[in-house]
């Protein structure tokens, strides 16, 4: 069957950086706490009126499309994955597909948080090894600061999250062995509501019968009060703690899976891009297959958690700095709400 290979990856960050420091001024935070638990320093926060998760992530299609050497109008499927859309519904894949003037290409949203990107690939993947479409864009994009609380009561999630792009172009390879090798997807609703946004939603008088919606009971969550509104009930929702301890597992195992799919070991890896959840995750998973620091490519200490993104960014700055060359062993591993997992092996 044919496999697929990214024939081009971009990213677009926003222009504005908000240190640790910057936070403090809103919220009972500080740099050392933040920089202890997390690796963050700063984060970009999306112009508040001129960019969308949706304009993020055309600026960082238009560099994948520019660098696989086609034209928006060659793209014959578009994927996008994103946990803050630009509306609720339709999803951020067609206003790309407008803005970009595509032709009327299919166009999927993905919802799988931090491994959205992943789930977006692995169906890019597959629709290329069927002989489907010849050019798919896949898209991670958020802009988290639109809907995140800068008080102190929101401050374990606050502090994590920016906003950004990142895209890959994905076509068939071009010679035997290269490009994707394989991709694994998992998944665990049991925890669902451990890391979580509860509105808008239709859940309301499933779980929620005591908060009714507005303005009719029987309508539910997707139509807030103002008190709902000011008690936090609209916000994103972390137990951090557990979803660390969830990570660390489940990061290392996804990863062996990929490699013992493939008759690989954690030595044959080249690089390792893991999604940016947390900088001691990532060195806890490192540690764990015992990778040397030059293994690992981690940029989370300049943007934050940047969920569906997060990987795209990582894995299209390793590439500009030269971190990545044919022929290497790329794992991209990812772990989030939900919870989702995913890895994927690729030979650049
Ligand atoms: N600044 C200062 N103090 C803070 C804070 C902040 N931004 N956020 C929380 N605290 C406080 C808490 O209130 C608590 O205080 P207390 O002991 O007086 O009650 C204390 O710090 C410890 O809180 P805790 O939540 O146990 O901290 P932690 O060591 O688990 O770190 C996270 C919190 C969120 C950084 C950590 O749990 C984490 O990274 N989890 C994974 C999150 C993640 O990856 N999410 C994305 C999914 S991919």
Not at 59 to 85: C, H, M, N, W, Y
Not at 234 to 240: I, Q, R
Request: aromatic fraction near 10%; include cysteine; glycine fraction near 8%.
């Amino acid at each position: 069957m044919q496999s697929s290979r990214i024939a081009g990856i971009g990213h677009y960050v926003p222009k504005n950086v908000y240190t640790n420091a910057d936070l403090s001024r809103f919220m009972d935070t500080n740099d050392e706490w933040i920089q202890e638990r997390t690796g963050i320093r700063e984060r970009r926060f999306a112009d508040r009126l001129e960019e969308t998760t949706t304009t993020m992530g055309v600026e960082a299609a238009k560099i994948a499309i520019g660098r696989a050497g086609i034209t928006a109008q060659d793209v014959d499927f578009i994927i996008f994955a994103t946990l803050s859309p630009d509306y609720y519904f339709p999803g951020c894949g067609v206003l790309l597909q407008r803005e970009m003037k595509m032709k009327e290409v299919g166009a999927l949203d993905v919802r799988n948080q931090c491994s959205g990107f992943l789930y977006a690939l692995s169906i890019a993947d597959q629709f290329i090894k069927t002989g489907m479409y010849k050019n798919i864009l896949v898209v991670g994009s958020e802009k988290h600061s639109f809907a995140m609380d800068f008080e102190t009561r929101s401050r374990n999630v606050s502090v994590i999250f920016g906003d950004g792009a990142g895209a890959v172009v994905l076509q068939p390879a071009q010679k035997e062995g290269q490009g994707i090798l394989s991709t694994h997807l998992h998944s665990d609703g049991a925890d669902a509501e451990i890391l979580a946004m509860f509105y808008p939603g239709s859940h309301a008088n499933k779980w929620m019968p005591e908060k009714p919606g507005y303005p009719d009971q029987e309508l539910g969550g997707l139509f807030l009060t103002t008190e709902q509104l000011q008690s936090g009930s609209a916000l994103p929702y972390m137990d951090g703690p557990a979803v660390f301890k969830k990570a660390v597992v489940k990061f290392p195992e996804v990863i062996r899976e990929a490699l013992q799919a493939n008759q690989l070991s954690a030595q044959d890896i080249d690089l390792l891009v893991p999604h940016q959840a947390n900088l001691r995750i990532s060195q806890y998973v490192q540690q764990l297959l015992d990778l040397p620091d030059e293994k690992v490519f981690n940029n989370i200490q300049k943007y934050g958690n940047t969920t569906a993104a997060s990987v795209p960014i990582a894995l299209s700055e390793a590439w500009e700095a030269g971190k990545i060359k044919d022929g290497d062993l790329i794992c991209l591993a990812a772990f989030g709400s939900g919870f989702t997992w995913a890895s994927a092996l690729i030979r650049w």
